[in-house]
């Protein structure tokens, strides 16, 4: 009995010990909780239904592949495969997975590219302008068949005017789509639509339902299944107002897509679109001061609400890739108070969102981000030279 009496209390101890461990660790989870309610970033959006956080996906960034610097130029990125990767600027350039190399180097530095596809390894198109030493400029594409560059001339909207294509999405060889703008030496600025069907480039008509539009990014999904995305400017109580604008070609036709009014709070434009279908496309840009994400779900656009961020003019989302399960990958810049620019990062994995570090922190904006093989490479402004930097690629 006084062993028994003795084992008693050794025994509650440990009881009291095994309830205060679990206590301890019920605080650690709630500080997490807390730690990371304070780093994340959350949603209210029509899609998101509500208030919500998440923590950062593990271990999000790989290795830069060797050769990426901050001298690399390039203003935009494609690819099939992480051994594939092609990036557009002064000229175009080529990673085999061990190097970069140039591909392309126009014999003029007047030829100004400014996007790039690659629909299959042998089938690259590039698009942009061809400067003069006046005013006038005309539309210009570069192809590649697998074996070598060759400039391909598309036609002017704008005769003796200013003609730019600024970018290009295709999915067959006979089924390839640029967009931009022009303007005339008289006469006010308007959008550019041109396809490609095999032959030749044609410009193709369409609506334009507001002043000035011009289209900054096209997203072909299939030959009947185009989608545009800019902006232009309404009439609001007496002011000129941006307004983003969404157009569909459903195989005949373009025809305009109704989207948010974004005149009653400022205006707001979009820079770039990306889907995985038809029924999942999302379209990215600025609002008055603040960020801004539309979701198509296939039946209508809605806001999504982006992670709140201090106010400014100089907000934007410049770059969206999405994945076949959903997941959304936005990038652009915030300008601190400081009056510099931060890149932007924000992951959605259909629910929320979540803001995520530049690890190189050497980047003043981000300007490009692609899916490439499960992996996503971007490709972004260093604060240092004012050159096109690759950031860390993402690996989620």
Not at 275 to 301: K, P, Y
Not at 334 to 358: C, K, Y
């Amino acid at each position: 009995m006084p062993t028994e009496e003795k084992q008693a209390p050794r025994r509650d101890s440990r009881g009291r010990i095994k309830l205060l461990t679990v206590l301890f660790l019920v605080v650690c989870l709630l500080a997490g909780g807390a730690f990371f309610l304070l780093q994340s970033w959350h949603s209210s959006g029509s899609v998101s239904g509500g208030q919500n956080t998440a923590q950062a996906p593990a271990r999000p960034w790989c290795a830069s592949p060797q050769g990426l610097s901050t001298n690399f130029t390039g203003f935009g990125i494609t690819g099939l495969s992480t051994h594939d990767v092609w990036s557009i600027g002064a000229g175009i350039m080529h990673w085999d997975g061990k190097k970069w190399s140039v591909s392309f180097r126009p014999l003029s530095a007047q030829l100004d590219l400014r996007s790039i596809d690659e629909i299959a390894p042998d089938n690259i198109w590039a698009v942009g302008e061809q400067l003069t030493n006046g005013l006038a400029s005309h539309a210009i594409t570069v192809h590649y068949d697998g074996k070598s560059w060759s400039v391909v001339a598309a036609p002017d909207g704008a005769p003796d005017g200013k003609n730019t294509l600024v970018a290009v999405s295709g999915t067959a060889s006979d089924n390839i789509w640029a967009v931009g703008f022009q303007v005339p030496a008289r006469g006010p600025l308007s959008s550019l639509i041109e396809h490609w069907d095999g032959k030749r480039w044609t410009i193709v008509k369409h609506p334009e339902p507001v002043s000035g539009l011009q289209f900054t990014s096209v997203k072909a999904l299939a030959s009947n299944d185009v989608w545009a995305v800019g902006y232009g400017s309404l009439i609001r109580g007496g002011k000129s107002v941006n307004q983003p604008v969404i157009e569909h070609w459903n195989g005949q036709t373009w025809n305009p897509v109704a989207s948010p009014d974004l005149t009653p709070s400022g205006g707001g434009m979009l820079y770039a679109i990306d889907g995985s279908n038809s029924s999942n496309l999302w379209a990215v840009g600025s609002a008055s001061q603040r960020l801004l994400s539309e979701h198509w779900d296939g039946q209508s656009w809605k806001i999504v609400d982006t992670p709140a961020v201090p106010p400014d003019n100089s907000n934007w989302l410049a770059s969206v890739a999405v994945s076949s399960s959903g997941s959304v990958w936005v990038v652009g810049r915030v300008r601190e108070s400081s009056n510099t620019f931060q890149p932007f990062i924000a992951h959605w994995d259909g629910h929320q969102w979540q803001m995520l570090q530049d690890t190189a922190d050497n980047a003043g904006e981000l300007d490009q981000i692609a899916q490439i093989d499960g992996q996503y490479w971007i490709v972004g402004i260093p604060r240092s030279n004012g050159g096109h930097a690759f950031i860390h690629v993402l690996c989620p």
